[in-house]
């Protein structure tokens, strides 16, 4: 994913002309402190979890707390010549990732693959409380002592007396659900990498302040 140093249709004319007739090397020291300044931006919005319109990112799913987007901050580099500075992953993977968070892009897994990342699951060993809060959202009973009936149970009680297996199929029949090798992982869009015009404005006239003050320092 990739931040390109494009300035046209952002900026006034004045303002074009003013970088269009600067020297080479002095073009390219200003589109590089232009992506850096961007990269400041970014990280910032993945700090304080706001995306490029100000609104709070997009949650993590099924009410998990934590910051989302952590560790999107690293690797980010800049590069730039003098027509064009670029922000951008040094990973491609991580460079991957966000983009996907960035458009809302979706994954899929398998069970092959869940198996090879989280190992093969314990089917004799205790249900998991994610297990027993499921079952329990479906209204399933546990047999009474003695075997005479059905009473409601704790998801404690459903850890101590099911394994995961049997929590499993019992789920999927109160579900209805059948056994899936391949399942799609939804992801809710989270825009963090960019620049917005307002901060476009800022940048060039904080760098455009930087370049006239060194200016008029050589001529002293």
Known sequence: MNLNGGLSGHLSLKQELKILAMPKQQRQRFLRKFVMRGRKYTR?????????????????????????????????????????????YKNARTGKIGYMHQMGIGSSMTASQNRKRNGEPDYKGPATKKQAKALIEEGFKGRKEGGKGYKRVSQKWIVANLTLGQAGVILRHMTDQDYKDRWDIPLEARPYFGITDKEINIIVKEIMTDVQQTLATKKR
């Not at 910032?44 to 560790?71: F, H, M, T, W, Y």
Request: charged share 35%.
């Open 44 to 88: 910032q919005r993945i700090r304080q979890q706001k995306g490029l319109d100000g609104q709070p990112l997009a949650p993590k799913k099924n009410g998990r707390k934590g910051k989302v987007l952590k560790g999107m901050g690293k690797g980010l580099v800049a590069y730039a010549d003098s027509d064009k500075g670029v922000l951008k």
